[in-house]
């Protein structure tokens, strides 16, 4: 019986790695018995996120999943859209609202697409939103392939996943808080969209479709490195023997971050720049060009830095990384024993030091300051450019 993996992230865990690979391997796959599905090519008619293109989601084909069960609730009336709406960024409300109507994918479209897959292969759909999302999906593939489910979740320590998360966002220019706003932020229960709360959400797939089809992994450079990096490990999991093949291992750069201090400076313009940016009515209009633009300027920025300081960037205090300890210790003791059959006592996460000091620090005021007077003038200057 073939089976159909769900790689639901989490997020920051290497996830669009994972998809490129999977992507250019996929021929190999096949001779394997495994496929990964090219579902926004396979459906054209799709107007929801995945219709998006950009590098970081190229080949997330597990979004055209989220975009259906938005259809099919749209489908179902103003109430069930609303509900579903949700369990969406708040970025992307209005532009599913905007978009949603010319959509022609619904959910009993992507079944009907996966069950016929399924006939000849096991099949492979992965995308981070859906460890975020509505689990009504999962809900329906169990009451439609039942036991051939099989969810595949990456775990990355609490802290770290915080801290390039905010890096993330920062990057992307929809942010200005300062890391320990932005992490009680992804904290607040009625902000459940990053999924911080690990033990809460496996323990709810869990009862959709059972312990024993959850595959926990953890994203730790220690252990990742043991296997050979994070595909090799995504291929074991998923049952494929890494050294069966020749796999092409593309050196891709996508989703970069921002390293050291830069990441600060483009703290203050992300600030600067949400008091002349307006009327932001969809997810288009989120990383206006300007911002795009100055991504690239940090990003150049950030790679003399790592050149220079190849040590890993840390922004948490130590102080703040013992309260994120203290704070998930009961949930992490509990997935180690139940979702990875650890003895009890054992720690979750190999790294177990929360000791480490923040190595980027904050601007100081005048520094600030400065920033936003020399972000003033290059504002004005290119204004005057297009005037002329």
Known sequence: MNKLYLHLGTPKTATTAIQYFL??????????????????????????????????????????????????????????????????????????????????????????????????????ISSENLWTYSYDFLECFEKEFGDQVEVIVYLRRQDSYAESMWNEVIKLGVVSDIVEDYFFFMLSEENDNHGLRYKKRLTRIAKIIGKDHIHVRLFEESTIKRKGGISYDFLQTIGIDPEKYDWSR???????????????????????????????????????????RYNRIFARLSAEYIKS???????????????????????????????????????????????????????????????RLLFEICYNEEVREQLT
């Open 23 to 124: 992507h250019n391997n996929n021929g190999k796959l096949q001779e394997s018995g495994y496929e990964f599905p090219d579902m926004q090519a396979d459906f054209p008619g799709n107007k929801g996120f995945a219709w998006i293109k950009n590098d970081e989601s190229a080949y997330a084909n597990g979004n055209v999943i989220m975009d259906a069960q938005v259809l099919s609730a749209y489908r179902k009336g103003t109430q069930s859209f609303e509900d579903i709406l949700g369990f969406v960024f708040p970025d992307m409300v209005d532009y599913y609202r905007a978009v949603i109507s010319d959509n022609q994918t619904d959910f009993d479209d992507v079944t009907s697409y996966i069950k016929a897959k399924l006939e000849k292969n096991n099949v492979i």
């Open 250 to 292: 593309p050196q891709i750069k996508v989703n970069e971050r921002i390293s050291g201090p830069a990441v600060n400076i483009k703290r203050i313009f992300n600030e600067y720049m949400q008091h002349k940016v307006e009327g932001k009515e969809d997810i288009l209009d989120q990383i206006p060009n300007h911002i795009s």
């Open 309 to 371: 300081l190849p040590e890993k960037d840390r922004y948490f205090s130590s102080e703040l990384r013992q309260r994120v300890k203290k704070l998930f210790a009961a949930d992490n003791a509990y997935i180690a024993e139940e979702f990875m059959g650890k003895k009890k006592g054992e720690n979750l996460f190999e790294d177990d030091d929360w000791s480490a000091e923040r190595t980027v620090s904050p601007l100081t005021m005048n520094e600030e300051m400065i920033l």
